[in-house]
């Protein structure tokens, strides 16, 4: 193989490259395309630097946190347990809660009852009264007949007021005397 290379050397004809002519738009990019590069490498630095600098204040702050929660367990247990006694008064309320409705029913259906009773009672007395007072009605028409017929048969017999004897005038009364009612006859 290397007899064949030989042979082809002397119609080899060696090529330097050169470089074509740019024109100005190629080498505006040609020149931000290296400015780039070197900016990317440059933020690459800058953003792994960053990126340290953030791994160590992580750290700080995760040390302050711990610090932090060594400090706030005993608040949290507090916490917790001032939850558990709120949670105990709550069902003690909604169970007194829940006695004083039965309490209420319950004073409820006797205050019902009372009052159907006292109601009951009410209308047996209206319905006493009402025969007491239709009797006295009775009472007081037989007596004013009874008495319409005695001053009858009195003024039949003679015995009216003509035949009485006069009597004297009434006195003044005194200023010390207490003041009595007057009553009038009916006739």
């Given at each position: 193989?290397?007899?064949y290379q030989l042979a082809s050397v002397a119609d ?121 007072n239709r009797s006295a009605d009775r009472v007081a ?5 009874a008495v319409a017929g005695l001053k009858f048969g ?34």
């Open positions: 193989m290397v007899l080899t004809v060696l090529v330097r490259n050169v470089p074509p002519l740019r024109t100005v738009f190629e080498q505006i990019v040609f020149v931000t395309s290296g400015i780039t590069s070197i900016f990317v490498f440059v933020l690459i630095g800058l953003i792994v630097v960053g990126l340290l600098a953030l791994r160590s204040t992580a750290t700080k702050v995760l040390a302050k946190l711990e610090e932090l929660m060594v400090e706030l367990k005993p608040m949290a247990r507090n916490t917790a347990a001032m939850s558990d006694d709120v949670r105990e008064m709550a069902k003690n309320v909604n169970r007194m809660v829940d006695d004083s409705r039965d309490t209420v029913r319950v004073v409820n259906e006797r205050v019902r009852s009372s009052v159907v009773t006292l109601t009951d009672r009410v209308d047996e007395m209206s319905e006493i009264i009402g025969r007491v028409s037989v007596a004013t007949t009195a003024r039949a017999l003679g015995f009216d007021k003509g035949s009485r004897p006069k009597k004297n005038k009434k006195k003044a009364p005194r200023a010390d005397a207490p003041e009595r009612p007057r009553l009038r006859r009916r006739d």
